[in-house]
Antibody, heavy 118, light 107 residues
Framework: QVQLQESGPGLVKPSQTLSLTCTVSGGSINSDGYYWTWIRQHPGKGLEWIGYIYYSGSTHYNPSLKSLVTISLGTSKNQFSLKLTSVTAADTAVYYC??????????WGQGTLVTVSS | DIQMTQSPSSLSASVGDRVTITCQASQDIDNYLNWYQQKPGKAPKLLIHDASNLETGVPSRFSGSGSGTDFSFTISSLQPEDIATYYCQQYENIPLTFGGGTKVEIK
């Protein structure tokens, strides 16, 4: 049973970069053929797909965030990461990492709240 | 982007009731439609994929149907543990998009 755990700062200042890491246990991100995904949920709102990275390293991002987002695989650990640059208060959300089969999101982390505030 | 319109946005029903949620896509998405359940303070959980395929371990009182642009999700006999918000999600196109959610409460 794969497990995912998000980690990173819970508070980021406006205009700075939000950086989160997802640690995967119970499965390898480099060989399993899955799409490693980031999704966010604004407080009290619905779900927004940020993007995903295939185990080969190819990425797809939400066009609404594309110029600001980078998803990458970890180099030596079973991790993948999210970077979102030039954040504003509108980026305050719970961020989930997840494992999917392209469009089906099978396994989710517990989520981590990131607040953008000075 | 493909817009996903869910209705109703909330509903209240009694234990044992049959509950149906609808989801309409802004364009044809074939059967590339999933349903998730999210309980308060928790991550979403996949219930149904490809419109009608029940995920392993999910109770059979949950079901889904539809194709093209119109889909439905049904709880055949509402249980107290089904209190949650339910989301549809399409994956015919990137970006993946979700419906606005349906909050299900017990009357």
């Amino acid at each position: 049973q794969v497990q995912l755990q998000e980690s990173g700062p819970g508070l980021v200042k406006p205009s700075q970069t939000l950086s989160l890491t997802c640690t995967v246990s119970g499965g390898s991100i480099n060989s399993d053929g899955y799409y490693w995904t980031w999704i966010r949920q604004h407080p009290g709102k619905g779900l927004e797909w940020i993007g995903y990275i295939y185990y080969s390293g190819s990425t797809h991002y939400n066009p609404s965030l594309k110029s600001l987002v980078t998803i990458s695989l970890g180099t030596s650990k079973n991790q993948f990461s999210l970077k979102l640059t030039s954040v504003t208060a509108a980026d305050t959300a719970v961020y989930y990492c997840a494992r999917g089969d392209k469009g089906i999101v099978y396994d989710w982390g517990q989520g981590t709240l990131v607040t953008v505030s000075s | 982007d493909i817009q996903m319109t869910q209705s109703p946005s909330s509903l209240s029903a009694s234990v044992g009731d049959r509950v149906t949620i609808t989801c309409q896509a802004s364009q044809d998405i074939d059967n590339y439609l999933n349903w998730y359940q999210q309980k308060p303070g928790k991550a979403p959980k996949l219930l149904i994929h490809d419109a009608s395929n029940l995920e392993t371990g999910v109770p059979s009182r949950f079901s889904g149907s539809g194709s093209g642009t119109d889909f439905s999700f049904t709880i055949s006999s509402l249980q107290p543990e089904d209190i949650a918000t339910y989301y549809c999600q399409q994956y015919e196109n990137i970006p993946l998009t979700f419906g606005g959610g349906t909050k299900v409460e017990i009357k």
